[in-house]
């Protein structure tokens, strides 16, 4: 029986940008297949190095969280993580960062590389969030893709045996409040030009 572990990433009261642990309110009450484990990664690196350190390996994890990135706001970029590692330097300041409790999907996915805690595979869904304010709550456009994401998150990415082909893709739920279930993919762009 494979082992995957699915979790939301980043800070509660951030509307959008806390969009894992509140993504992780919606996964939590699915049934999942056996020794298949959802968890709210709102805490620094760190504590999450000594949670996987405590658990039987995983063969697969599959994060979730908002990113800021610049592009197109609801939009989801899906990658496989192939331990691409920064020069040293950076490491270490990712490494300091993470002492301190900052909660983000790089520094989680820097850290836990430089400690050996990843398995071969790690799946990661950035969503690039409507609105990155103070507050306790999404906004609406985001709150409209919490049970598509959870969706695809069920259908696609707990498939037993191996991940299935992946480039870096970029998704857009096409109108998210009329078709839950209605992906638009394309190949990921850099919208920055």
Known sequence: MARILIAGVGYSNLTDLSLGPILYGHLVKRTWPDGTDVEDFSYGPLFILHFLGEREAYDRIILIGAVERERRPGSIRRYRWMN???????????????????????NLLVVATQFKKLPAQ???LEVEPFDGSFGETLSEEMSAMLEPLADEIADVWTIPGPLPPMDDYEYIIANAADRPTGWAVGPARDESN
Do not use: W
């Open 84 to 106: 691409a590692m920064p020069p040293a330097e950076e490491i270490q300041a990712r490494v300091i960062e993470a002492g301190t409790g900052v909660i983000s999907l790089e």
């Open 122 to 124: 790690v799946v990661v």
